[in-house]
């Protein structure tokens, strides 16, 4: 059942009908043994009453019987068992000396003392014997059974009428306490459906039941995470669109020049421009998806074995014919084999490569190579470039750090590309300078092990 | 007029030289905020052109550090940052005015123009003497109502000596205000524009003031 109210509507509906049904049964089961007792206590003292008056002679022996519906000596409870005892006088030689107007003819019982039950003229009749050795009588007073029952049923009915009226008012009260006891959900319910998609504010918890806390805090843990979700989304588009706007200037700057001047030169060099802007605006793109894809990502990256040589060759096979032709790949750790994701790892190498390229002389090689050191593989991308200032070291990897002296200026991402998606790999990135001169990079790679 | 373009993207550094060389400028470009201190120091500039974000540090503080030092040269900044709260923080420190890039190429030369005019107290960009009109926004040189063509030197010579009138100045002055220092100069390129340009224009209007310079008005020696 989906509904918690109406759940819980069924689970107190049923407990209380069961309770119901149980109280009913028991007092109709002790009502009804208890009226038994109380008849049958009735017919003893009628029959031992009207004994003593025959011992008495306070009443004839022949209308001696009516004596039991004498007003005094039944209680006139009910028009009904007004008329309900039944007398008969027989005498000890089986002669019928007198009876009751209620009473059959036929005789009510056997010759035995005491209670018994039997049938007379197709009725069943509750009767009590008494033995009256001074007259040699017997005195039989019998309750009609069907009397008898009609009275217990008013008695129960009595007692079960209202337990049963109760029952729809109890099921309404039941019903209306659940949807009472249930208001809070629905108070949070409607809050939470009222706010418009970017209120991340927590839900108060102040005026919460304690009940509902555990569902209210991690809703509103939720809540934070989305929120810091959807700034750093915000910063970073904010900082995408800021970044690209600088190459869009230059862009549009060149093509102004190239539409107004008229000297063939000046076009030339504005569309050779163009196109080289284009090229930059592409690489700062793939940078900023990059970043958005290590700064999405929540989990950490699963490693997997594999050989960082297949992702230094595709990352190299990658690069645009008049870059490709200046990488050397030194073949000797081609089989080496480490734990990475190869997607991480390929966009901290390529980012490598590329400002490798970028920082050495055009006529300068870039060697990519592969080497095992204890339980690591490092891959080193090597280039002949001037090297980066011993101050400036510590810096390259933040952020658009661009360092001063380049005449190539980058966006400032690269290296800061590199290092966090190395780190994600659970892997270090070195930057040192080399001798004479050139830097070399190193990504420390865990070993494949076993 | 010299203006220093401090703009740490090629391409758009680049595009800038050209297109304010085109505009009528003479545009020297640097690449950082070092750069640019060097270059204010060696020349005195009409304009600068400034990006915010630079290498070695933001354009605002240089443009807060330069205000401090009573420099009074236009500053026209230019940066990708130009939501209203960054453009008044630009302007409190000391900008004179404000462009978001993307930007044309146009409009920049036109409100380095406006600077210019402004920071000479004038109250059009065209410049008169006599029957002559020089418009820096047209590059439009005229003579009792006739266009008179003329290059892009010969035209910043003339405007060079239009907004003095009376005043002399130098070959040196003369050879900074059409050249910067990208370009080569050769020895005797200012005689030589002076030159074409009185041939264009007419003679009586430049005049050689013998052993200083040119001057355009005032008195005959």
Redesign the interface.
């Known amino acids: 059942m989906n509904s918690m109210r109406a759940r819980l509507l069924m689970i107190l509906l049923l407990t209380t009908g069961a309770v119901w049904a149980s109280a009913a049964t028991w007092i109709y089961i002790s009502t009804q043994a208890q009226v038994e007792r109380v008849l049958d206590a009735r017919l003893r003292e009628a029959a031992r009453m009207v004994s003593s008056m025959v011992t008495d002679e306070r009443v004839h022996l022949a209308s001696a019987a009516d004596a039991v519906s004498l007003p005094d000596f039944v209680p006139r409870s009910g028009n009904s068992y007004q008329r309900q005892l039944s007398c008969q006088i027989w005498s000890m030689e089986g002669a019928l000396v007198s009876r009751s107007d209620s009473a059959p003819e036929t005789r009510l019982a056997g010759d035995a003392d005491g209670f018994s039950i039997s049938e007379v003229d197709g009725e069943e009749w509750r009767v009590f014997t008494v033995a009256n050795a001074e007259r040699d009588v017997r005195v039989m007073v019998g309750d009609n059974m069907h009397i008898r029952n009609a009275l217990v049923r008013d008695v129960m009915l009595g007692t079960l009428l209202p337990m049963t009226l109760f029952l729809p008012l109890g099921a309404l009260v039941i019903w209306f306490s659940v949807r009472r006891g249930m208001a809070p959900l629905d108070d949070m319910a409607s809050t939470i459906a009222s706010r418009h998609g970017g209120d991340l504010q927590p839900v108060k918890v102040e005026k919460m039941p304690s009940e509902m806390l555990p569902v209210i805090c991690a809703m509103n843990g939720l809540f934070q995470r989305v929120a810091a979700a959807r700034q750093r989304e915000t910063a970073f588009t904010s900082f995408a669109?800021?970044?690209l706007?600088?190459?869009?200037?230059?862009?549009?700057?060149?093509a102004?020049?190239a539409l107004?001047?008229g000297d063939a030169d000046?076009q030339a060099?504005?569309l050779r421009?163009?196109g080289?802007?284009v090229d930059?605006t592409s690489r700062l793109v793939r940078q900023l998806l990059d970043l958005a894809a290590i700064e999405a990502a929540d989990q950490a990256p699963e490693l997997l074995r594999g050989r960082p040589a297949q992702v230094v060759e595709q990352v190299v096979e990658e690069l645009p014919t008049k870059e490709r032709s200046r990488i050397r790949i030194e073949q000797s750790g081609s089989e080496l084999e480490a734990r990475f994701e190869p997607a991480l790892l390929q966009m901290a190498v390529r980012n490598l490569i590329e400002n490798a390229i970028r920082h050495s002389p055009d006529d300068r090689e870039v060697l990519v190579r592969l080497a095992a050191t204890g339980n690591e593989v490092e891959v080193l991308v090597e280039d002949e470039g001037p090297g980066i200032p011993e101050s400036e070291l510590p810096h390259v990897t933040e952020r658009?750090f661009?360092?001063?002296d380049?005449?190539?200026?980058g966006s400032?991402l690269g290296l800061s590309i590199a290092e966090e998606a190395v780190m994600r790999i659970e892997g270090v990135l070195r930057l040192r300078n080399r001798d004479p001169h050139g830097v070399s990079a190193v990504v420390l790679l865990q070993g494949a092990g076993d | 007029m010299r203006v220093l373009v401090v703009e740490?993207?090629?391409?758009?550094?680049?595009?800038?030289s050209?297109?304010l060389r085109?505009a009528g400028f003479s545009p020297d470009a640097v690449?950082?905020i070092?750069d640019a201190e060097t270059a204010m120091r060696a020349s005195a500039y009409e304009a600068v052109v400034l990006?915010v974000?630079l290498?070695?540090g933001s354009g605002i503080d240089f443009l807060a550090t330069r205000r401090q030092a009573n420099d009074r040269t236009p500053f026209l900044i230019?940066t990708?940052?130009d939501r209203i709260p960054e453009r008044i923080e630009g302007l409190d420190a000391g900008a004179d005015d404000y462009l978001?890039?993307?930007?044309?190429?146009?409009e920049l030369a036109a409100r380095l123009r406006a600077l210019v005019r402004r920071n000479a107290g004038r109250a059009t960009s065209a410049l008169t003497w006599n029957d002559i009109v020089l418009d820096p926004a047209t590059l439009a040189v005229s003579r009792a109502g006739k266009e008179i063509p003329l290059t892009r030197r010969e035209f910043t010579i003339l405007r060079a000596l239009m907004e003095r009138p009376g005043t002399v100045l130098t070959k040196p002055a003369l050879e900074e205000t059409i050249y910067g220092w990208q370009e080569g100069v050769e020895s005797n390129a200012v005689e030589v524009h002076v030159h074409h340009l009185r041939s264009k224009i007419g003679h009586g209007v430049v005049q050689t003031v013998r052993g200083l310079g040119y001057r355009i008005g005032g008195e005959l020696p």
């Open positions: 669109a800021h970044e706007k600088t190459p869009l200037a230059g862009l549009k700057t060149q102004q020049i107004a001047s000046v060099n504005a421009q163009i080289s802007g930059r658009f661009r360092g001063r380049r005449a190539a200026a400032g | 740490d993207d090629p391409i758009l550094s680049d595009g800038l050209v297109g085109m690449g950082c070092a990006d974000m290498p070695d230019l990708a940052r978001g890039k993307p930007f044309d190429l146009d």
